[in-house]
């Protein structure tokens, strides 16, 4: 769909600069999803992994992120392998609906209640990014904390739109259970993409 050199705006890598691979088709459907325009993978021009990552080369930084849509609706070997080849760590975004494919240096897992995360993300995910709509989504991700890895990251980041709800809610459950962090989408209050 597109790509931009920007500055990682949440979860554990917030506040690096990395060039991010925002690829197009999504099906997993959140309300809340702030990049709809993604989910027609048949809206956007399909573009070579080999022109990907000549564009991406072009930028001082060496973090490559993928993201979506959900990235992992595609088999994601190829493109992982030729980033890596020119010297970029390979971070993914992603609900974890579908197997993974791909080399990893970094894995954020965001779980959607909207549709349920294939067995082969829990052992891989780095960092466990829940998002707060709801004071439910507390209990949701608490749900996943067991089938994750041992050094797993767990944060937990307000929704955009209901932040202000539910950021104190986040604050005292963070309070309360010192395994959580809060993660915030920085880049919209540095408004850059």
């Known amino acids: 769909m597109e790509a931009f050199y920007t500055i990682q705006g949440e979860g554990a890598w917030q506040g690096h600069a990395?060039?991010?691979?925002?690829?197009?088709?999504?099906?997993?459907?959140?309300?809340?999803?702030d990049v709809k325009e993604s989910w027609d993978a048949k809206a956007h021009p399909v573009v070579s992994v080999e022109a990907?990552?000549?564009?991406?080369?072009?930028?001082?930084?060496?973090i490559a992120?993928?993201?979506?849509?959900?990235p992992l609706m595609y088999d994601l070997t190829y493109l992982t392998?030729?980033?890596k080849r020119?010297?970029?760590?390979?971070?993914?975004e992603t609900s974890g609906v579908y197997p993974l494919t791909g080399q990893w240096d970094w894995v954020c897992f965001s779980p959607k209640k909207?549709?349920?995360?294939?067995?082969s993300i829990y052992f891989k995910a780095?960092?466990?990014?829940?998002?707060?709509?709801?004071?439910?989504d507390f209990s949701f991700a608490e749900s996943f904390i067991n089938s994750m890895k041992k050094n797993c990251k767990l944060l937990l980041q307000p929704e955009w739109s209901r932040q202000d709800k539910m950021m104190p809610l986040?604050?005292?459950?963070?309070?309360a259970n010192p395994q959580w962090q809060v993660s915030l989408q920085t880049h919209k209050y540095m408004n850059i993409p």
């Open 52 to 62: 990907i990552v000549q564009e991406a080369r072009q930028y001082p930084c060496k």
């Open 81 to 83: 392998e030729e980033l």
């Open 18 to 33: 990395a060039y991010f691979i925002r690829l197009a088709g999504c099906d997993v459907g959140c309300v809340w999803c």
């Open 170 to 175: 986040i604050v005292e459950y963070v309070k």
């Open 126 to 136: 780095d960092e466990l990014k829940a998002i707060v709509y709801n004071p439910s």
């Open 65 to 70: 992120v993928i993201t979506g849509g959900e």
């Open 114 to 119: 909207f549709k349920k995360p294939h067995e």
């Open 86 to 92: 020119a010297g970029f760590r390979t971070h993914i």
